[in-house]
């Protein structure tokens, strides 16, 4: 879903929701790439945290 937000962003763009769209774009992507690192820490395995029921 993040990543579609950033696809779907026009370029052209100068302001999305009162901020500008470069400092927009530049969250989702970090956001985007901290649920990533998150996702696959937790999904690793047997070392991972997330336990399996």
């Given at each position: 879903m993040i990543a579609s937000l950033i696809i779907v962003m026009p370029?052209?763009?100068k302001?999305?929701?009162g901020?500008?769209?470069d400092n927009v774009k530049m969250f989702?992507?970090?956001f985007?790439?901290?649920v990533i690192?998150?996702?696959t820490t937790l999904?690793?395995?047997k070392k991972g945290?997330?336990?399996k029921r």
């Open positions: 370029n052209d763009a302001e999305v929701f901020f500008e769209a989702l992507y970090i985007y790439y901290v690192l998150v996702g999904t690793r395995g945290k997330l336990k």
